[in-house]
């Protein structure tokens, strides 16, 4: 009889009485403590009220025979109990979504074991549904390393506490760093758990346990992608993969390994590693900690970083004009290859000229390396290689005020040098150097870079250079032996950059700045002999005018001058005929007057006798008359014959008389003038013939 139609009954007045009443009440309740009806998403919970044993110490859910919540549920349908002995509680079903995870907490089990956090897996409780079986088959109390996969659930919430948390979810370029927070301690040396099999990603956790796996940090990481993973037992962090933009290199320095060794300061390669995507192959393969050799390329890589450390470098780049020179840090020892020392210990001549040269090495060994880099883009590992960038190019170095705004480091203040005069000048200078590309690795052994090059080598050279030579010159004359100060200091520079492998192109003197003073009187005299220059170039231009002038007149008088030399050519002909004419008659007249010479001849040759006679007798007398008279009588005797005879005039035709009273003047004159030509025996003769029997050629 149903519960319906006893309640029809007792309202239909079947039993009017008071039992009837009461009756009806104790079936109804007698009726709802035997029967429960659960619902199809629901599930009851039974909690026994007495005639049964008390729950063990330490208990919270009591098995059948105990008083107490019960471990069990009651599942969907209509269920008889005892009456009274039982009070129900109704729940609902746990619903664990298709992207969720039930993370299940036991409250009442045995202990976990020592050292331990989570309970391991219990057999036959399918899944959490049966209490009664957990606890009989030693579930453990606490968290639990089982999870609840998507589905419906009937639990105990007295037994089981269920939090739903999503799954975990890797994007794509990003990975999962994963940490166990249960498991055996990291062995000794180690920062990282060692990889287990068979844990699925880590999405079986029991697995995991017992297959060894290490609490802490696990050095297998999760890859993009869904994972159904008990976040108290593994506590993921979401990183971003690695990624090597184009134009960079990954370099890689691994936070485990083995130490390495004595004087390394990369680690050796590790061919297997899957570029380092794989620390447990990184491991057992014998990685070393530190900086590693391989390096990563562009391209995107899922690294665990807890592992290694990824660090972005540019890739080197070598334009035109440039090599690059490579310092190994890796490799063997150079000494292998170094030169042989004496007995003694001294190093050979040879090895004294190479100095550090030794150390430019052939490839394989630690240092400089002999092969340079010519123009393009390397991957290069700048860890294990050390490039330094060497301008083939011409190097130009200014002293000079202006300095280039893009090239600061190659410029320097005008050189401040003293003559020997005193004076103080200021000199600006341009050095062009080069290095050959063969010539980079020992020029690098020897000073380092081209900046500690120009530093520490040519800018001390070119300064003390320039100094010694204003010392011992004037200021005056260094300025005018520019050429010669330039050419001095250029050999100078060139002999000290022969030492360091570099070749010097030129030394320029730009400019020299003497004192204003002195200046001043170099101006002067520069101007005065431009001046004398342009007074040189007028007066030359005033000749060329005039021989212009000259030219232009001849230019005009050209037909004159045209008839001229015809006249002189006529008269030339005629002086010709009557040279021509003369010379016929002359010979004519010669042959006559030769005729007539030799009748001349004879008739002079008589009268050259006679008056030879003649002559010879008036000599005679003359002598006799000086013998007899002496030289001055006979003189004065000759001397007035001849002025009486008008031969010699002694009265001049004007006569100024500026004498005395007496009128003596001429007087005075004449006798002043016989005296002296007594005085100084003078001829006053004037005409041979005037004396009797000289001739000619006697007188």
């Not at 150079?334 to 090895?351: L, N």
């Not at 294990?384 to 190659?410: G, S, V």
């Not at 002999?529 to 342009?534: A, C, E, H, V």
């Not at 008036?618 to 013998?627: F, G, I, R, V």
Request: hydrophobic share 40%.
């Amino acid at each position: 009889m149903s519960f319906d139609a006893v309640l029809n009954f007792l309202m239909s007045g079947g039993f009017g009485s008071l039992v009837g009443a009461v009756l009806f009440a104790v079936i109804v309740v007698m009726l709802l403590n035997t029967f429960v009806v659960v619902g199809g998403a629901q599930m009851a919970v039974l909690e026994r009220r007495w005639f049964g044993k008390d729950m063990p110490m330490g208990r919270v859910v009591a098995m059948p025979d105990e008083v107490g919540i019960q471990a069990r549920i009651l599942p969907p349908g209509l269920h008889m109990l005892i009456p009274f002995l039982y009070r129900v509680e109704k729940y609902p079903m746990v619903s664990i979504g298709e992207n969720e995870v039930g993370q299940v907490e036991s409250i009442d089990g045995v202990p976990v074991a020592p050292g331990k956090i989570f309970g391991p897996v219990t057999l036959g409780h399918n899944l959490f549904q049966e209490g009664e079986l957990f606890l009989r088959n030693n579930g453990s109390k606490g968290p639990q390393v089982q999870i609840l996969p998507p589905g419906i659930y009937r639990i105990n919430p007295y037994l089981f506490k269920v939090d739903k948390v999503p799954i975990i979810r890797i994007p794509n370029n990003q990975i999962g760093v994963v940490v166990a927070t249960d498991g055996q301690p990291i062995a000794p040396g180690r920062l990282l758990g060692k990889r287990v099999d068979g844990h699925n990603n880590f999405q079986n956790g029991q697995a995991f346990l017992e297959n060894g796996g290490q609490k802490g940090p696990q050095i297998d990481i999760l890859l993009p992608g869904s994972y159904r993973i008990n976040s108290k037992l593994f506590n993921v962090v979401i990183k971003d993969a690695t990624v090597v933009p184009t134009k960079k290199v990954g370099l890689v320095t691994a936070r485990d390994g083995a130490p390495l060794p004595m004087g390394e300061y990369v680690a050796k390669s590790i061919e297997t590693t899957g570029e380092f995507q794989d620390g447990a192959v990184f491991l057992s393969n014998g990685g070393q900690r530190g900086p590693q050799f391989d390096f990563l390329k562009p391209g995107t890589y899922y690294i665990n970083p807890m592992m290694f450390d990824v660090s972005l470098d540019e890739v080197l780049f070598v334009q035109r004009g440039e090599v690059a020179v490579i310092v190994s840090n890796i490799g063997k020892d150079p000494v292998a290859v170094m030169p042989p020392t004496s007995a003694d210990g001294s190093t050979p001549s040879e090895a004294v000229k190479m100095g550090v040269e030794r150390y430019v090495v052939e490839p394989g060994y630690r240092g400089i390396q002999r092969e340079v880099l010519g123009p393009g883009t390397y991957y290069l590992n700048k860890l294990a290689f050390t490039p330094h960038i060497i301008p083939t190019t011409n190097i130009t170095i200014d002293w000079a005020e202006q300095k280039p705004e893009a090239d600061q480091p190659l410029a320097f203040d005008p050189l401040a040098i003293v003559s020997r005069d005193g004076f103080e000048m200021t000199v600006e200078v341009k050095v062009i150097l080069r290095v050959q590309p063969q010539q980079a690795p020992h020029m690098v052994a020897r000073i380092g870079t081209i900046q500690n090059l120009i530093e520490a080598v040519i800018h001390p050279l070119v300064d003390s250079s320039f100094r010694n030579q204003a010392s011992s010159s004037e200021a005056m004359m260094f300025m005018q032996d520019r050429h010669e100060q330039q050419r001095k200091a250029e050999q100078h520079v060139i002999e000290e950059l022969e030492k360091y492998h570099v070749e010097c192109v030129s030394v320029l003197i730009c400019q020299i700045k003497l004192p204003e003073r002195l200046m001043q009187t170099l101006t002067n005299k520069v101007v005065a002999t431009q001046q004398k220059s342009m007074y040189d170039a007028q007066q030359e231009a005033e000749g060329r005018r005039r021989e212009m002038e000259k030219t232009k007149a001849q230019a005009d008088l050209q037909p004159s001058l045209v008839k001229a030399e015809i006249d002189v050519e006529i008269a030339t002909q005629q002086k010709q005929q009557s040279i021509t004419l003369a010379e016929g008659k002359g010979q004519s007249t010669k042959l006559e007057q030769e005729g007539i010479a030799g009748g001349i001849e004879a008739v002079g040759r008589a009268e050259g006798e006679k008056i030879r006679a003649i002559g010879q007798a008036t000599a005679e007398a003359y002598t006799k008359q000086a013998l007899a008279l002496g030289q001055a009588p006979l003189s004065m005797i000759e001397i007035m014959k001849q002025v009486s005879g008008g031969k010699i005039k002694i009265t001049p035709d004007v006569m100024v008389n500026g004498g005395g009273a007496d009128g003596g003047g001429s007087n005075n004159m004449l006798s002043a003038f016989i005296a002296s030509l007594m005085a100084n025996g003078m001829k006053l003769v004037k005409d041979p013939e005037a004396v009797p029997g000289k001739t000619g050629k006697d007188a």
